[in-house]
Each structure stands twice: as C-alpha cells, then as structure tokens.
C-alpha cells in the first residue's frame, strides 16, 4: 500500500505564493511519476504539473512560468512552488503518484488565492 500526505496549503492575496508538499510512504517503487492535480468546484479534475523519476517536468499551460515542480527521491517527496498566484488558482491540489501501472492519490490540500 503506499499513503501520500499532502501539506502548505491555505490562502493567500493574488501575486503571493506557496509551496505545497507531498510525501509517499509504504511500498514506494524507484521508478514512478509523480505530480500534483487540483480540482476547483463543480469542474474537473485536471493535471497541474508531474516530473518522472529521473525529473523530466510537464505544466499545465496556464502555470508555466509561475510554478515549479520538484521531488526528492530519498524522501519520497514531491513539491510544489507555486508564485505569482491568482484567483484562477483557487482549487484543492492533490498530490499523485503512479507506478507499477497503479495509481495513488492523497486527500488534497486547500488553496485560496483571493484578489
């Protein structure tokens, strides 16, 4: 079984930032992928950003630029830094992770950008 734990959400004004983390524990395998999603009410949920084992990177459009994707693999932890932050933002963030064709999710953390 393997857990994500999920933290460094919460809310902030338009332009701040934030860094959210995630860690992966039980049965983590060398070779996955791991990335963050977020899900705003009442739409989809939609990949924010993901970086492979070996840390080739993939951004939503829309972040590019603003957030920054990294992991730590003795860790098993993954981040993100998130600037220059707008409303558009506001969603919870949830952390995945993939490997062995299965796929993990953690219980989201909150972000709030207010204008």
């Known amino acids: 079984q393997v857990q994500l734990v999920e933290s460094g959400g919460g809310m902030v004004q338009a332009g701040g930032s934030l860094r959210l983390s995630c860690v992966a524990s039980g049965s983590i395998n060398r070779i996955n992928l791991m990335g963050w999603y977020r899900q705003a009410p009442g739409k989809e949920r939609k990949l924010v950003a993901l970086?492979?084992?070996?840390?080739?990177?993939r951004y939503l459009d829309s972040v590019k630029g603003r957030f920054t994707i990294s992991r730590d693999n003795a860790k098993n932890a993954v981040y993100l830094q998130m600037n220059t932050l707008n409303p558009d933002d506001t969603a919870a963030y949830y952390c995945?992770?993939?490997?062995?064709?299965?796929?993990?999710w953690g219980q989201g953390t909150q972000v709030t950008v207010s204008s």
């Open positions: 970086i492979t084992w070996d840390g080739d990177t």
């Open positions: 995945n992770l993939v490997q062995l064709n299965l796929q993990y």
